[in-house]
């Protein structure tokens, strides 16, 4: 439920700055009304509103709305407040230090710079596994629900306390991604991220895909963590690149640039066959991710399609583009891969 903003800003808060008020409508025709209406017109609040009332009585802040959700197992209270903020000018984007990112599940995140207090001396971000470290909590709660009649007291009584450790469970998760988030983004000017599709990534008839990985896949937050970094870097004033997914971070070599055709999962060491390099697999990763980002910034003024070399169809040509031929053989084949086929370069 939604509350709109009100002439009196200061009515929003009590005295000790430990209670909300709700804007209720006045009923006068029944007692009972009017004193339920008296009892819940102050909503008593965990958290200090002292911050909060303070911005609103020097009038920096403006309350425009307060909502009221249940989020978490728990009532919550949302302020959206309207602020004036005179814009700064940004600041010039050059070439600074540049970071790639690596995104997994032994190790949340792997930087090809480590960081004091964030990363080990390899750049590997440890993965706190949120769900796991609950789960076996979680699996009991489910096994006892399973056991209760369906809307008895017991019933909801488990059902709110397993609410409640799930709504913990991503509050820490979104409270651990804020921190790594805030460090990355504020400590280098460009950030390369890799394009990761969780959805593909999650799917049941996919091979080699386990319940516990795919498990482990939604526990990480990838998503979460690259639209924090974005706009935490936009704020800013620093820059984001996403590598397309298609893009083999993992099976390249990043002493060399040969690729491998096949890289299984469970080979957590790259080796080289060409150069004869050995170092981890997260880190050789991280390392091709970064030195795609810097062949982007260099080639992002003379590419099309983001990060992708000039297309034939840029090409300009003297001549009309050829019919398709008829045939079997030329059925299903597109006017491009004809012109493709047959292209001279003009000299």
């Given at each position: 439920?939604?509350?709109?903003?009100?002439?009196?800003?200061?009515?929003?808060?009590?005295?000790?700055?430990?209670?909300?008020?709700?804007?209720?409508?006045?009923?006068?025709?029944?007692?009972?009304?009017?004193?339920?209406?008296?009892?819940?017109?102050?909503?008593?609040?965990?958290?200090?509103?002292?911050?909060?009332?303070?911005?609103?009585?020097?009038?920096?802040?403006?309350?425009?709305?307060?909502?009221?959700?249940?989020?978490?197992?728990?009532?919550?209270?949302?302020?959206?407040?309207?602020?004036?903020?005179?814009?700064?000018?940004?600041?010039?984007?050059?070439?600074?230090?540049?970071?790639?990112?690596?995104?997994?599940?032994?190790?949340?995140?792997?930087?090809?710079?480590?960081?004091?207090?964030?990363?080990?001396?390899?750049?590997?971000?440890?993965?706190?596994?949120?769900?796991?470290?609950?789960?076996?909590?979680?699996?009991?709660?489910?096994?006892?629900?399973?056991?209760?009649?369906?809307?008895?007291?017991?019933?909801?009584?488990?059902?709110?306390?397993?609410?409640?450790?799930?709504?913990?469970?991503?509050?820490?998760?979104?409270?651990?991604?804020?921190?790594?988030?805030?460090?990355?983004?504020?400590?280098?000017?460009?950030?390369?991220?890799?394009d990761l599709s969780v959805?593909?990534?999650?799917?049941?008839?996919?091979?080699?895909?386990?319940?516990?990985?795919?498990?482990?896949?939604?526990?990480?937050?990838?998503?979460?963590?690259?639209?924090?970094?974005?706009?935490?870097?936009?704020?800013?004033?620093?820059r984001v690149i996403v590598?397309?997914?298609?893009?083999?971070?993992?099976?390249?070599?990043?002493?060399?640039?040969?690729?491998?055709?096949?890289?299984?999962?469970?080979?957590?060491?790259?080796?080289?066959?060409?150069?004869?390099?050995?170092?981890?697999r997260d880190v050789n990763?991280?390392?091709?991710?970064?030195?795609?980002?810097?062949?982007?910034?260099?080639?992002?003024?003379?590419?099309?399609?983001?990060?992708?070399?000039?297309?034939?169809?840029?090409?300009?040509?003297?001549?009309?583009?050829?019919?398709?031929?008829?045939?079997?053989?030329?059925?299903?084949?597109?006017?491009?891969?004809?012109?493709?086929?047959?292209?001279?370069?003009?000299?």
């Amino acid at each position: 439920m939604t509350f709109t903003e009100t002439d009196m800003q200061d009515g929003w808060f009590s005295k000790d700055s430990r209670h909300v008020r709700l804007i209720l409508p006045r009923f006068a025709t029944d007692r009972r009304i009017t004193r339920r209406r008296e009892q819940l017109q102050w909503l008593h609040t965990t958290e200090s509103l002292r911050r909060v009332k303070k911005k609103v009585v020097s009038e920096e802040w403006a309350v425009q709305a307060v909502t009221i959700s249940f989020t978490g197992g728990r009532w919550q209270a949302s302020f959206s407040v309207r602020q004036f903020v005179i814009p700064l000018p940004h600041a010039t984007r050059l070439r600074g230090p540049l970071v790639g990112v690596d995104l997994g599940v032994k190790h949340l995140a792997t930087l090809t710079e480590p960081m004091k207090d964030v990363s080990d001396e390899n750049g590997h971000v440890e993965n706190p596994r949120h769900l796991e470290a609950e789960f076996f909590r979680l699996a009991k709660l489910d096994r006892q629900i399973s056991r209760c009649v369906k809307g008895s007291k017991n019933d909801a009584k488990l059902c709110l306390r397993r609410q409640r450790l799930l709504g913990r469970i991503a509050r820490t998760r979104k409270l651990y991604l804020h921190r790594l988030s805030n460090t990355v983004a504020g400590s280098f000017e460009t950030v390369v991220l890799e394009d990761l599709s969780v959805v593909s990534m999650v799917k049941k008839s996919k091979k080699n895909s386990t319940k516990a990985l795919r498990r482990s896949i939604l526990d990480a937050g990838f998503y979460e963590l690259r639209g924090q970094v974005t706009y935490k870097a936009d704020d800013r004033g620093h820059r984001v690149i996403v590598v397309n997914r298609y893009f083999p971070s993992s099976k390249k070599c990043s002493h060399c640039g040969e690729t491998k055709a096949k890289l299984a999962l469970s080979e957590r060491v790259f080796e080289c066959s060409t150069c004869g390099i050995s170092l981890d697999r997260d880190v050789n990763a991280a390392r091709n991710i970064r030195d795609e980002g810097n062949r982007v910034l260099i080639n992002d003024a003379s590419t099309v399609a983001g990060h992708q070399p000039e297309t034939l169809n840029a090409v300009s040509r003297d001549r009309e583009t050829q019919p398709p031929r008829r045939g079997r053989g030329d059925r299903y084949q597109s006017r491009t891969t004809q012109l493709a086929r047959d292209f001279s370069p003009l000299v």
